[in-house]
Every structure is written in structure tokens, then in C-alpha cells.
């Protein structure tokens, strides 16, 4: 086996406009740049570290830089970050920014920050707002252009949000850009502004955290047993961790041991919806266990005693090195960092330079183009082709990075706290768990969730709850309820209001997912509680919905989503999948959800650059397209890809057999489509598409047996269109390196529970 070949990101001399960018090296632990740097320059890049006070420094110049003729715009990332900004600002120099949820009108006239995917509020009031008169800054910028290239949530409107952002770019009359790291992609997004572009680039070489001990426990439990001893001497700490049911479950076992000190512990995730305004309040004396939905625009600092930041690594690499660094500096003033890291396999880099891959796409977006002909690819002058525009470079360069921290994930991370001056060391043996372990972890957090889920059931429906713990009134559940409701029959007007917004925002999220399925029962909630809970099961529900949808709408919905989020960013999107499983069912003459392929006609073979196509874009293995028995598995591979692959929904069974071949017994497996569960799934998009507009209907019934709703008064809701707002709208916004992704919960469970409820 060929030893994985550690790769570190290329070095690079940043030039803009063919001329290298003068550098200002400067070692401080609190940056303080002269004003000068600002006034004499165009464009101030400043390159320094976590924690060394970029926010406030720039907060405290403002007035000074922007003077009397011009205001001041931030563009940030996260809504954290705008608050965050919003209060330091006003302490350091009485600088006040208008938040962009409360005042847009005012913009123009006045200071403001704005969150990047609100940005077109801006666009949209072009008459009264004047670019050339403001200054702007822009913080964590690789987390903006991250969000840019690699978050789906803002492809709706990425398109005319990037092509603003380059407007802004182009026309404003300074730019100041800030992060730990600079790299070329900075540059790219700047590539565009034409003049006023006298450049400094200021790197701050000061190694914020030098000496602190950064200690990898390779053993789970004696890392979680660590917590566990800080805990009984309540000795708080922030617990960081890339997956939002790895995190949960960790808090959710040790709350169940410390029921005493509940108080005290804090769950944050894209679940929990908890808004933070000053951490530095909300986290004094809290175990606060916490997703990525803090990265950035988050700091804790305890001036009166140094603490512990924990971090756990799961082995999915959701987000990049780069971002667990971030996540592992929320605590400022730490006194060590504990962190554990699963077993993860290195993997190769495919590529030698960003060109090779940015080739590759190349001939990817072009092979797709040919095959389903789309309408068009937007350039940087809307010409009708594809060509390598700053958009494209941006995302390759993001992808090369991908890349090349898969060559050792762990290793990338460790280089990066070293540069910010960690001492490593490393402690315990990297053992893995056993079932028994795994089970126990397991069980606490299933049963912490399923608590959650009953509480808001409870609260969503609750004369069906009463009527529903009725029969056994001795149960100690049934007794709860009556005492929380008679709780609540005792509040006055003011309290009771004040329990209905407080439960409302508890469950924000799940109120949200109830209202884009339609659900109205507490019955109909137990049943679908895997699409109200788990954020791909939901994803993988919609998409499904989409394999019944008719031809001309999945030409229609890939066409718009071209045009919104540039062709590279649709090429794995599930229109663009479903477009090539049509041109792939149509040159073997197959069937949607025919599995049987001894009659198919393989002489007529796709071309090979069409087959790398579909094998990339599918991520399969199977290459054999002459061979019939492949050719299924390609097929059964692209189906299932739309249902969310391995761990998916479960729509198509696979029956196994045996076959004797040359007196030898093989096993053979025969496949057909999951009506069981296909048809659970089309009633309930009926919810909200009783008429199942956009549907298939011959194609509907003939898998399912199902037939639209005549009804007078049906509304119809598209659901894509409902999915993409939910996503759009959920929670504060996060961007590549922050994506909140729960494992996906394994849909045996789920469809056990639903074969056992129509059983009774």
C-alpha cells in the first residue's frame, strides 16, 4: 500500500495586478497600526492572529478613517460577528453601526454592518445608498468567501449577492480585510477593482497563544473523563466539536450525571437556537458544549481565572483545519487545550497544482453542458460561456485547500496551533470503543432527545397529549403534565406571553420544520419525528420528492439554479443529478425504478468522457458500463444518491437469492423500489401539495398507487421552493467552515417504529 504523501498549502507571494504586495511585518500582541497605514493606503490587508484585537483596533481608528465625507460599511459573515462589532465599536470610540435587521433605510447616512446574505438589501435600494462613499471593512474574510463557494444555503441568491459584492468592491473608496491567514483567494476577490488599489498587506507574526499546552488525549473516555473531573470541581470550560450529535450526546451524558449543577450547562447547536449577545455573561461560571455554529464573532474571555477549551474531532471533516482552530480559541484567556481526535484514514491529493483541478472542472462543467444543453453559464460580463471567472478561482482554490488537508487532517490542524505558538503533547492510547460503550453513550442521548422532542410535543399539542396520557393516570409522566398545566392555567397575561414566546423560541427549529411539511397532528409529528429532528433526513426527503417530479420542471429548476448559483456550484445538486439520470434512462431505455436489466441494450455505450462525468458526479466506483450487471449497480448507485446514499432513506429494497453457476452456488440479489415507504413519503408532500402539482402523476401511481387530491381550495406551496427558504432562513447564517451537520440517524429505527405502529 502507497504511504498518503502529507501536503501542506503552497506558499505564495501575493501580487495584485501583476506587482507584489508591499508587506508591513509588525510583532504585537494587541495589533495597533498608525493611521497612516489607513489613510495612505486603497486597500489594507491585515494578516494577525485569533484574539489579537483586529475588531477593536479597527473600532477604535473609524472615525478617524472615514472622517467627515465618508460612512462606514462592515460586511460580516455571521449575525454573532455583527453583534459582536455593533458592541465594540460603540466602547472603543462611540462609533455606532446600525444593524441592518432594524434600520436598512438608514444606511446611506449612517455607519452599519450587514450580514453577507442580507447584502442585496443593499442592491435593492440602490437609489438611496452610495457605494462610493463608504469605506469597507471586511472581517474573516476566508469565512466570506468560503460561504461564497461552499454554502449551499446561499445559493438562491448567490449570484447576484457575489456580483453586488464585486460592485462594492469595485466602487467603494477604501477596503480594509482581516484575518489570521491571507492567502491568494484574498487576492481573488479583490482582482476586479481597477483603480484606487494602492495595497499594504500588514502580518502580524505574534504568536497569540505561546507556550500554552495543547494536549491530544487519544483515548475518548479519559477525555470525556477530564470534562467529567472539571465538572465535580466546577471548573467551567467551553467544549467545542465539529458534529452537532457527537456534541449533544457528550452533554447530554454528563448533564445525566450532574442532574445538580443543570444550571450551569449550555448547549448551543443550529437546534438550540440560543442567541448570544454577550458571551462574556452568558458564559461565566457554564460548561458550554457547542457546535460550529460558533466559529467566529464569539470570544470568552474570564480575566479572573484562566480555562479550559476542549475540542472534539470527529472523522467526517465537515468543516477544515483552519475552522477547528478558530473553534478552539472561543476561550481567550485558557489556561490548556484538551483535544481528541477519531481515527481518520489520510487520502492523497488527486491533484499536483490548483490548474490540474481547475482543468478538471473545466472539462466537467463542459461535458455537462453538451449533455443537457442547460440555457447558460454567467461570466464576470455575462457573456453566454464557460470560462474561468474570479467566482470559479475562488471555489477551485477552496477545493484544492479541501484537499489537501484530507493528506493529514490532524497534522494541518496541529501546524496551525504551533504557528499560533500551542505546545504539543500527546497522552493515552487510541482505543477504540466497544459495542457496550458505544450503546451506553448512545442510549442517554437518545433518551436526552427524545425527552426534547416529547417536551415540544407536549407543548404543540396539547389537549391530544392529555387525552393521550389519560390512560394511565398513575404514570409519572401523565402527573408531570398536570402539573405543568395547571402551572400555566395559573399565569397572568404577562407571564403567560412570556411562556409562549420563551417555548417558541426553544423549539424554533422544529416549529419550522413542521410548518414546511405540513404536519398538523401530534400522531402524524410521532410518525415523521425523524424528518422533524435529523436536518438530512429532512434534506433526503425533499430530494426524493424531486425523482417523481415531471421532466419540464427539473429542466426548469436546474436552468434557475444555474442562473442563481453559477454552473460549477450545480454540477452535484440533485436537478442537475436528476437531469443526467433522465439522459442515462433514456439512452439505455430504462424505466424509472426498473431494476431489471437482462433485456437492456449495452452496445450503444456512453462516451468515456460521459462516464467519468456521471462516475465523479455520482462518486461511484463501478466503471464497467458494458457489463449489464455494473451498469445496474451504476444505476441502483445514482438513485440512491438522490435518497442520500449509504444511511438514506431506504427506497429500494434488495432481496437476496442464490444462483447455481457451473455447479457452484452464488448469491444474487434482486432489486425493487421501497412502495412501502415511497408512498409514506408522497402522502405526506400531499400536505402541502394535495394536487401534487409538478408531479408525475402516471409515474406517481404507478409506484405508489397514489392519486391527486381534487380539491377547490388547494394552495399550492412548491416544496423545493419551501426547503430552499426554510434553509435560507435557518437560524443565523453559517458559512463553509461552519456547517452544522448531524450525522444521519439510521432509518431502520424509523421505519421499525412505523412498521410496528401499522402493525397494532
Known sequence: ?????????????????????????????????????????????????????????????????IGTEHKFLSIVNLISLAREQISTFEEESNTLLSNYQKSIEKFNNENGVICLNSLLKLRDNKELYDVKNKVVFIDEINDVIGSLTHNDSLDPILNKTYNYLIEIIKNCKKIILSDATI???????????????????????????????????????EFIDLMRTQIK??????????????????????????????????????????KIDSPNIMFKDRYVFHSPSITTG????????????????????????????????????MSKLVYHCEEMNDIDCEFETIKELENKYLDMMKTN??????????????????????????????????????????????????????????????????????KSLREIYDKYTDKQFDNYLGFKYMAETEKKLEANKTSKEYKEFIQQKKTIEEMDEDSYVKYLKSESMKHSILEKRHEILGITTRDEAEHNKIFLYDEHALRNFFNVLSLFKTKEYIKAKLNDKVEEAFLIKTLDGVYNKLSLIQKFEKHYKIARFNFDFSNIDIEKEFSEKNQKLYLEIFETTKTNFKDKHDLLLIYLNMIRSIAGGKGGIPIIERKEGKNKVDNVWKKTYTYKPNK????????????????????????????????????HDDIFKDEENEYANYLYNKNNFKDMNGIDVSTTTHYNKWSNNYDNKNKK
Request: proline share 3%; hydrophobic share 35%; with cysteine.
Open 369 to 438: 453542458e453538451k449533455i443537457l444543453r442547460l440555457s447558460k453559464s454567467t461570466t464576470e460580463t455575462d457573456d453566454v460561456k464557460i470560462v474561468k471567472n474570479s467566482f470559479f478561482k475562488m471555489w477551485c482554490y477552496n477545493e484544492y485547500k479541501i484537499q489537501l488537508f484530507k493528506t493529514g487532517f490532524v497534522r494541518h490542524y496541529q501546524d496551525i496551533l504551533s504557528n499560533a505558538g500551542f505546545i504539543h503533547s500527546e497522552v493515552g492510547e487510541n482505543i477504540k470503543l466497544s459495542v457496550e460503550e458505544k
Open 298 to 333: 464569539v470570544s470568552f474571555a474570564y480575566k479572573e481565572k484562566k480555562q479550559t477549551q476542549f475540542v472534539y474531532m470527529s472523522n467526517k471533516r465537515l468543516i477544515t483545519p483552519e475552522s477547528f482552530y478558530q473553534m478552539s480559541c472561543r476561550t481567550r484567556n
Open 676 to 711: 412501502e415507504m415511497l408512498t409514506h413519503l408522497i402522502n405526506l408532500a400531499k400536505n402541502k401539495n394535495p394536487s401534487l402539482k409538478n408531479y408525475d402523476l402516471e409515474f406517481v401511481k404507478r409506484i405508489t398507487d397514489i392519486e391527486p387530491s381534487k380539491r
Open 183 to 221: 492567502n491568494h483567494n484574498t487576492i481573488n476577490l479583490l482582482s476586479s477593482r481597477a483603480v484606487n488599489n494602492k495595497t499594504i498587506l500588514i502580518n502580524n507574526i505574534n504568536k497569540k497563544f505561546l507556550n500554552i499546552p495543547a494536549i491530544k488525549h487519544n483515548n475518548k473516555l
Open 1 to 65: 500500500m502507497t504511504k498518503t504523501v502529507f501536503r501542506n498549502l503552497p506558499v505564495e507571494k501575493l501580487k495584485f495586478n501583476g506587482v507584489e504586495i508591499p508587506i508591513k511585518q509588525i510583532d504585537q500582541d494587541k495589533i495597533d497600526i498608525n493611521i497612516d497605514e489607513f489613510l495612505d493606503n486603497d486597500i489594507i490587508i491585515i494578516k494577525s492572529g485569533t484574539a489579537t484585537s483586529k475588531t477593536k483596533l479597527i473600532g477604535k481608528l473609524c472615525p478617524k478613517i
Open 233 to 274: 470541581n466546577k471548573d467551567y470550560f467551553l467544549c467545542a466539536c465539529d458534529i452537532k450529535v457527537e456534541i449533544s450526546s457528550i452533554y447530554s451524558n454528563l448533564l445525566a450525571e450532574f442532574p445538580e449543577q443543570k444550571e450551569s450547562f449550555m448547549l448551543i447547536t443550529s437546534e438550540t437556537d440560543v
